[in-house]
Structure formats: structure tokens, C-alpha cells
């Protein structure tokens, strides 16, 4: 049974820089494909990053683009997203998500999900 655990999220400045992880347990996926998303109160749930397990290829929303790096450590079975120059506009609940196969980046195609982190960055 596939479960992903988020860390990490906490109250931050603008303009700083905060890294949240999400352990995954339950199978090995080496074919899978890792995500982060968000979702602001009111807002529909957005994409942020997707990463290629196998590979390591990146994939970024363009609104976070150049800001955060996504990565993975196979030997931790974990996913990271560092975000530097964070600004309001980045305050959600960051949630990770997998999915067999390539990368998606629409919510629905996600059949795993953990419980969300929240990321609060005050101006």
C-alpha cells in the first residue's frame, strides 16, 4: 500500500527559502512519476513539480520556475522541494502526490496523495 508522508512546511519571510520533503512507502518506484502541488484557501489545486523517479528529470510550473528545485534521494525514498525567494503569493498546503507512469500535471491523474504540509510566508 503506497502512503506519502510531507514534512517540512512551516512560516516563513518573504524572500527566504524553505525545503519540504515527502517520504514515500509502501513499493519501490523506480517507474513512477513524484509530484508537488498546492492549494491556497479558495483555490483550486495547482501543480508545482513533478520528478521523474528513474530519470530525475524535472518538470516546473512557470510560476515557480527558477524559484524551486526539485530532487529526489533514492536511498531515503524521499522527494524534495527546496523554494527560495518565496513570496505570498506562495502560501498553500503543499501536498505530494504519485503516479505510475510518466508526468501529469493535472490533480485528477494522481491516484496517490499525502496529507499536505503548509507553507505560510508572511510578508
Known amino acids: 500500500q503506497v502512503r506519502l508522508v510531507e514534512s517540512g512546511g512551516e512560516l516563513v519571510q518573504a524572500g527566504g527559502s524553505l525545503t519540504v520533503s515527502c517520504t514515500a512507502f509502501?513499493?519501490?518506484?523506480?517507474?513512477?512519476?513524484m509530484s508537488w502541488f498546492r492549494q491556497a484557501p479558495g483555490k483550486e489545486r495547482e501543480f508545482v513539480a513533478a520528478?521523474?523517479?528513474?530519470?530525475?528529470?524535472?518538470v516546473y510550473a512557470d510560476s515557480v520556475k527558477g524559484r524551486f528545485i526539485i530532487s529526489r534521494d533514492i536511498a531515503q525514498n524521499t522527494v524534495n522541494l527546496q523554494m527560495n525567494s518565496l513570496q505570498p503569493e506562495d502560501t498553500a498546503v503543499y501536498y505530494c502526490?504519485?503516479?505510475?507512469?510518466?508526468?501529469?500535471?493535472?490533480?485528477?491523474?494522481?491516484?496517490?496523495w499525502g496529507q499536505g504540509t503548509q507553507v505560510t510566508v508572511s510578508s
Open positions: 502526490a504519485a503516479r505510475p507512469g510518466v508526468i501529469r500535471v493535472t490533480p485528477r491523474e494522481y491516484p496517490y
Open positions: 509502501g513499493r519501490t518506484f523506480t517507474t513512477y512519476a
Open positions: 520528478i521523474m523517479w528513474s530519470t530525475g528529470r524535472p
